[in-house]
């Protein structure tokens, strides 16, 4: 077994023995840009995970850690490329490198890089570095035998703090998985060279909550331009996406290698379950869902609607951009409001919709 694969096994042995069951493997010959993908459900709501296992330069003979390579942007950009370019569009939340023998160290192009597409969105998701600096201090720790097959001469090997590595781990998974969650809801697809929006006329609404005058319940206001729309928050949250349509399938693979001449068959790996997004499943939850929500929007309120006011957007121009703007809020980043699109209010026009969420 090859020392990236060893490397895999090891990773999948501690995310499913310590914080999800949710974790397949890709195996060799069926990569689509990473090894294996996981699913997280934080709070009350589920995230997607995509990890890369680089085992590159493991000196595994090194005493005190000393000598680690810097990691290159090499070592995992035709991944990020590989995702990209998948037809389906079905992009995780966070793609996180799992390289624990190699650091970033004082790569500043690497850093300087990683600043710009994550705080620019330049993708759909995160990208995450679990590096040696990051690994190095928390998986002795954890009382596995995997964590000693990733660092078995590490100098400090004291499993009487393995409760907190595994809520260090399980920490950075629930803040990563929010942020890039947001980064997902954010991402602008069309774009110009110089990272703007397509076209140049847009309509902002903003969403905040308030709460009515006796102070005991909770509202959504949309606000455009010089009007405002007040709808009750249990009913429009009623039509949040929070979890992910599941398929499970049972398959029996085929472990390989593969010789200078030929890719041989070695052994046949017990059948295994794997899950899959059923993306049909979730098209017709967003639509139903959308749908639910745009009836709230024709609700009257002195007069007017907000469906109205987006719908007289739409139709007054060939194109443009509604940008429903808003706190770092998970509640409201998972209504299907990105989805939306200008038939929906009656219009053919070339109307993109868009979060954007305020600092």
């Known amino acids: 077994m090859s020392s990236g694969l060893t490397l895999e096994k090891n990773l999948e042995s501690l995310i499913t023995s310590f914080i999800t069951s949710s974790y397949w493997p890709s195996r060799s010959g069926t990569q689509n840009g990473y090894d294996a ?8 709501a589920e995230y997607v995970w995509k990890f890369e296992c680089k085992d590159l330069h493991a000196d595994h003979q090194l005493k005190n850690f000393s000598n680690v390579a810097e990691i290159k942007i090499s070592d995992f950009s035709d991944k ?11 992009f995780p939340h966070i793609f996180c490198l799992f ?12 850093r300087d890089s990683l600043r710009n597409w994550n705080c620019k969105n330049k993708f759909p998701f995160k990208i995450l570095i679990w590096d040696f600096d990051f690994l190095k201090d928390i998986v002795p720790k954890i009382n596995n035998q995997s964590a000693k097959n990733i660092y078995p001469n590490a100098p400090n090997m004291d499993n009487s703090k393995h409760d907190q590595a595994i809520k260090k781990i399980k920490s950075e998974i ?12 954010s991402y602008i697809k069309e774009r110009k060279s110089k990272g703007t929006v397509l ?27 010089d009007a405002k729309f007040i709808f009750d928050m249990n009913e429009v949250f009623k039509n949040r996406v929070k979890y992910l349509p599941i398929t499970k399938t049972t398959k029996s693979e085929r472990l390989k290698s593969i010789s200078a001449k030929q890719r041989t068959k070695v052994s046949n790996v017990p059948p295994k379950e794997f899950e899959t997004v059923d993306l049909a499943k979730l098209k017709e939850e967003i639509n139903d869902k959308k749908s639910k929500i745009i ?19 739409c139709s007054s121009r060939d194109d443009g ?15 299907p409001l990105k989805e939306m699109h200008p038939s929906d209010f009656e219009s053919t026009g070339d109307i993109h919709f868009y979060f954007e969420f305020k600092e």
């Open 295 to 313: 009836e709230i929007f024709k609700q009257e309120q002195n007069d007017q609607s907000l469906f109205n006011r987006i719908k007289d957007f």
């Open 80 to 90: 990020i490329m590989q995702i990209m370019a998948q037809e389906d569009g079905s």
């Open 174 to 185: 629930s803040k990563e998985s929010k942020d890039g969650y947001l980064f997902n809801r």
């Open 321 to 335: 951009v509604i940008s429903f703007v808003c706190n770092k809020d998970i509640e409201i980043a998972s209504l």
């Open 99 to 110: 390289i624990p023998h190699k650091r970033i160290g004082n790569n500043n192009i690497l």
């Open 37 to 44: 993908f996981a699913r997280f459900r934080v709070e009350d």
């Open 199 to 225: 076209v140049d006329g847009s309509l902002n609404v903003l969403i905040n909550k308030t709460q009515d005058n006796t102070g005991m319940t909770t509202n959504l206001e949309f606000a455009v331009n």
